[in-house]
């Protein structure tokens, strides 16, 4: 591993296995200064605004945000019951964002990072190439997209005109489930850098010799890959994963950019929440933003669970 | 990165009965000179090279490209590829439309700046402690960091939004680096510790021998031996302020105060969107960072597997 | 909130105290009061604070949108103006795009920082809420009386109570292009639903990109177009305090919409199109006829001049109804519990309104303005402008002070658009039942 020297490091599950070595003993009292800039941010700035929001969940509001006393559980209700918001529609919605958009990048991330790890001119040029997205802020990028998909000046249009793709140009951006399927590209392509450059650094950690022993013995590449390289990677595939899950489920900026249709049919929980601030109030608001958290919640508690990625192999 | 050179490999053949039955035609005799690690074919290299290449750039280039159109060129119908001529002078003239560019670059250069310094101040104290010592409360300290983690601004932004009013200071630039630290210290003091935790503790006793104290084994021994590591935390701590969108569109209401994920999206739908500009103040904030990059490519991802929890 | 926050309103008004340790005793205003005021009621009105105001010493904040790109510094000079009579009240301006506008407005009401003096599209929210002053403690009668009265009342609550008053008027007429009519054999701007369909849906036969009528019913004004075409079936959408959103004339009126959509006789993706997106098609000469303002109509003026076009009324079901939409904008006033804030709001709208002040300013939003006297006066000079200001004294209003509205626009904008796919009795009842959810 070029960079990552790092051994397995020493929080949580691993623990047992530097038990040799347990790290030395301090006092609550000892470790407070080191520990308190962070813990301060952490419960102002985190703990505090999520605790804060609970409450708003049960409060009304009127639409401009001017605190109208107690709600009970009325918020959630309507969060969950807006007229016209087919709320199944926005958690299938979330789901398949979710699921496809950090699946996909995963795959394809996979067959990059595999190129990437080969030994070649420019190789240097073609990583760098895939960095870029990663540079540019997703709001730039997708500005792009909706620049370039606009049915009367975009230039994407026009060329997928010119090259016979499309007869006329098309309203990529003007209709719910197109519109969705444009913004599940958008995110995957500015994911690529993270999950590839995740991934490559999980194949850099994989000794070449034990590869070499696989090809000597005589496996194929399909088998050196499934059965040696992928079980290696399987560390930075688990995080590329973890982290991708939370990001895509709080991604917020592409969707609400590119999705110029009507009605809520492109929206997933968490655009919806932006557009209930605006509608409804900060409180019903809340209420979806605390109902987005437990699913958030649930999905990585399920990943954690059955896929285990975690575990010792 | 292969280090074996094929022409050394001296590993002898010895192939086992469940693989071997894959192979077929030859491929069994398979030599110490034709190794894994063969060069590929270059051709379907540069194939690759050239179509991954072309994917990930050509958004930029379109970018780049529209950056130099005049207003009318970039909204005609149908759009010409390319303008009639290249306007370079657009970089000068959009310091002054009504893009404001220069409000949106400063203010995201000095929320994602001093977020990220923040949080290289704040987190690895705490890093490097929770790595180095046991202590009642540091197993609560550690599920916290991993709890905190999976909340973003973008689920709390409600929560944060109120809590600023509250503190009287929505709509300011402090919220923001607030929200950009706090909500990135979690990530950092995860792969940070794992760094940490990987210096032999030896290392450290012999310079408590010497009579270093605790900040001074910090910063003059352990510091510097896992420096490259840090770098690499704080990149995606400087990448995720930089990208930050979801708390500031809420928290900043002030068009001269709004970092650029929220200005640039406001001229999109307006009157003759000028996007030369919007492109052209993009520009000149991507190139900088991909430079950056380039610099510490190798270490881009290095950390995060380094954290990974086994 | 936190002036001496470092990050704080950075640079644009300079340090925002500064008004507080400015010389107590300034210019005496008794003078200034109102003479230059060609109202000569003005005077008397502006007495009580003009005596409170002599040393009057205080800051105002005002919070408006950008129209145009000189906005900021019309507003400046209006302020600069009103300065030399009252040196000491600190005006700090705000100019916000008009995207996102709402939510920094919000925004600053729940931070406890209402502006005093707003200029918004919408006033029923805040005045519903108890946060406004009734406009007429904040502007003298004379000031009042001096906006045109059709104009004037789009600013009265649903409790009849003055809560808003106009600063700027816009009306909607049918902008078409004369070439495009040529070419398709139309000869006269259609009155009636089946006229501007016969026209539209001959323009958009012409081919080559070439579309009949724009119809933007994306987000960001679906709620004017859907008016648009449900008065002109004498539907309306509320009754009183009720939301008669999918009444029969409602739904016939969609079906109507429906079929223009059908029959391809509309540019495509009606339901994700602004009406800056049907403008561009239009100045660029590929579209017959759209609802237009003018302001976009003064750019297409001055920047496509290639594009030849009329003005004419909206058509309606058998050409009778009137379904000419005028729009204004308001000024409302924040009740921040300052006497002396209050005082200097009111001595700066009276400012605001004085002919020789409010006339450039109401010119530099390139939309019309509200009072009578301007009025009168531009629809004389301003010949490309006629037809919209004769239409101004007869011209309809969105339900702006219905308390329901709001949730209702935000329905429309969010639904109306679905009439591409839907049919119109499932959109007006699920936008119906938004609304009333919503309030």
């Known amino acids: ?313 | ?310 | 909130m936190t002036d001496s926050s470092p990050f704080r309103r950075r640079g644009r008004f300079g340090p925002a105290r500064w008004a507080a340790l400015s010389l107590a005793g300034a210019l005496l205003l008794s003078a200034c009061g109102g003479d230059d005021e060609g109202d000569s009621g003005s005077d008397g009105a502006a007495q009580p604070a003009a005596s409170a105001g002599a040393d009057l010493s205080t800051t105002i904040k005002i919070l408006a949108p950008s129209y145009t790109d000189t906005s900021q510094a019309d507003w400046q000079k209006v302020i600069t103006g009103f300065n030399g009579k009252y040196p000491n009240v600190k005006v700090e301006l705000q100019i916000e795009a008009w995207d996102g506008f709402t939510e920094k407005v919000q925004a600053r009401i729940q931070g406890q920082d209402a502006p005093d003096i707003l200029n918004d599209n919408n006033f029923a929210d805040y005045a519903n809420s108890d946060i406004l002053y009734p406009i007429d403690e904040v502007m003298s009668p004379e000031t009042l009386q001096s906006i045109e009265p059709a104009l004037l009342k789009n600013g009265v609550g649903e409790d009849g109570t003055q809560w808003a008053a106009p600063d700027i008027a816009s009306a909607r007429l049918l902008a078409y292009n004369t070439d495009l009519f040529e070419q398709a054999g139309i000869s006269a701007a259609p009155k009636t639903w089946d006229e501007l369909l016969d026209a539209a849906t001959k323009i958009s036969k012409l081919g080559g990109g070439v579309y009949g009528y724009g119809m933007p019913l994306g987000q960001e004004e679906a709620q004017v177009e859907a008016s648009l075409w449900v008065w002109g079936n004498g539907g309306d959408w509320v009754s009183g305090s009720d939301l008669t959103v999918a009444s029969e004339q409602n739904v016939a009126a969609f079906e109507e919409m429906k079929k223009f959509i059908d029959a391809k006789a509309t540019q495509p993706n009606p339901g994700a199109s602004n009406r800056q997106a049907v403008a561009d098609l239009f100045n660029q000469g590929k579209l017959g006829m759209y609802v237009s303002h003018p302001g976009l109509l003064a750019e297409t003026r001055s920047k496509f001049p290639n594009v030849k076009f009329e003005v004419a009324p909206m058509p309606t079901k058998d050409g009778s109804a009137s379904a000419n939409l005028g729009v204004t904008d308001f000024i409302e006033a924040f009740d921040n519990g300052d006497e002396d804030r209050k005082a200097a709001t009111k001595a700066f709208l009276d400012y605001l309104y004085t002919p020789e002040v409010y006339g450039p300013w109401a010119e530099g939003t390139g939309l019309l303005p509200v009072t009578s006297a301007a009025i009168q006066e531009k629809s004389a000079s301003d010949t490309n402008n006629k037809p919209f200001y004769d239409v101004l004294s007869s011209v309809r209003f969105l339900p702006q002070g219905n308390p329901n509205w709001t949730a209702l626009q935000n329905a429309l904008q969010q639904n109306a658009g679905s009439i591409a796919t839907q049919s119109a009795q499932e959109v007006l009842s699920g936008i119906e039942e938004q609304a009333n959810a919503g309030g």
């Open chain 1, 1 to 313: 591993m070029a960079t990552t020297t790092a051994p397995a490091p020493s929080t949580l599950g691993a623990r047992p296995r530097r038990a040799r070595r347990a790290p030395g003993h301090s006092s609550l009292f000892t470790a407070l200064p080191w520990l308190a800039p962070a813990l301060l941010l952490i419960f102002g700035v985190v703990l505090y605004p999520a605790g804060y929001m609970v409450y708003t969940s049960f409060r009304k509001f009127n639409r401009i945000g001017v605190e109208r006393g107690g709600a009970g559980f009325d918020n959630y209700q309507q969060a969950l019951d807006y007229p016209g918001v087919n709320i199944g529609r926005v958690f299938l919605n979330t789901f398949i964002w979710v699921a496809v958009v950090t699946v996909v990048s995963i795959v394809i991330s996979l067959f990059l990072a595999q190129f990437l790890n080969k030994q070649f001119r420019g190789r240097k040029l073609v990583r760098l190439a895939v960095v870029v997205p990663w540079a540019a802020s997703v709001v730039m990028t997708t500005s792009i997209f909706f620049y370039g998909l606009n049915p009367d000046y975009g230039i994407i249009n026009r060329f997928l005109v010119d090259v016979g793709i499309l007869d006329s140009p098309y309203g990529f951006t003007k209709s719910a489930v197109p519109a969705f399927i444009t913004a599940m590209v958008v995110a995957i392509f500015v994911s690529l850098p993270f999950t590839t450059y995740t991934i490559l650094s999980g194949l850099q950690g994989v000794p070449d010799d034990v590869v070499e022993a696989a090809y000597v013995d005589g496996a194929s590449a399909w088998q050196r890959y499934t059965k040696v390289i992928l079980p290696m990677l399987r560390p930075a595939i688990s995080i590329a994963t973890l982290i991708m899950i939370i990001n895509v489920f709080n991604s917020l900026p592409i969707l609400q950019i590119l999705v110029e249709a009507p009605g809520y049919d492109a929206d997933i929980t968490t655009t919806l929440i932006f557009k209930y601030k605006t509608v409804l109030g900060p409180g019903v608001a809340s209420a979806l933003s605390v109902v987005n958290f437990l699913v958030v919640m649930t999905v990585i508690a399920v990943y954690l669970a059955v896929l285990r990625p975690t575990k010792d192999r």
């Open chain 2, 1 to 310: 990165m292969s280090v074996v050179d094929p022409g050394v490999t001296t590993s002898v053949p010895a192939p086992r009965a469940g693989l071997s039955t894959a192979d077929s035609s030859g491929r069994g005799r398979r030599s110490r000179g034709a190794g894994v690690n063969r060069r590929p074919n270059p051709w379907l290299m540069l194939l690759g090279s050239v179509v991954i290449i072309a994917v990930f750039i050509v958004p930029y280039a379109i970018m780049f490209i529209g950056s130099l159109k005049t207003q009318a060129e970039i909204t005609r119908i149908p759009p010409p590829y390319i303008g009639d001529a290249l306007h370079f002078d657009n970089y000068r003239t959009m310091w002054s439309s009504n893009v404001h560019p220069s409000d949106g670059l400063t203010a995201t250069i000095v929320i994602s700046v001093v977020a990220t310094a923040i949080v290289l101040l704040v987190a690895t104290p705490a890093a490097w402690f929770t790595a180095r010592y046991t202590f009642p409360g540091r197993t609560v300290f550690l599920a916290l960091v991993l709890i905190v983690q999976m909340l973003q601004p973008t689920v709390l932004a409600v929560g944060l939004f109120r809590e600023f009013l509250q503190l009287g200071l929505n709509d300011t630039w402090i919220a923001m680096i607030l929200v950009n630290s706090a909500f990135n210290l979690t990530f950092a003091v995860w792969i940070m510790q794992a760094f940490f935790a990987s210096i032999p503790r030896e290392v450290d006793e012999a310079a408590a021998l010497d009579g270093a104290g605790r900040l001074q084994i910090l910063t003059r021994i352990s510091l510097p031996l896992v420096w490259p590591g840090i770098v690499t935390a704080l990149i995606y701590v400087f990448v995720a302020a930089w990208n930050e969108y979801a708390a500031a569109s809420i928290i900043m209401t002030s068009n001269d105060l709004q970092p650029l994920t929220v200005a640039l999206p406001r001229f999109f739908g307006l009157y003759a969107a000028q996007w030369q500009y919007i492109f052209g103040v993009s520009i000149v904030a991507i190139v900088p960072v991909v430079v950056l990059f380039s610099l510490i490519e190798k270490r881009l991802a290095g950390g995060l597997t380094a954290g990974s929890v086994k």
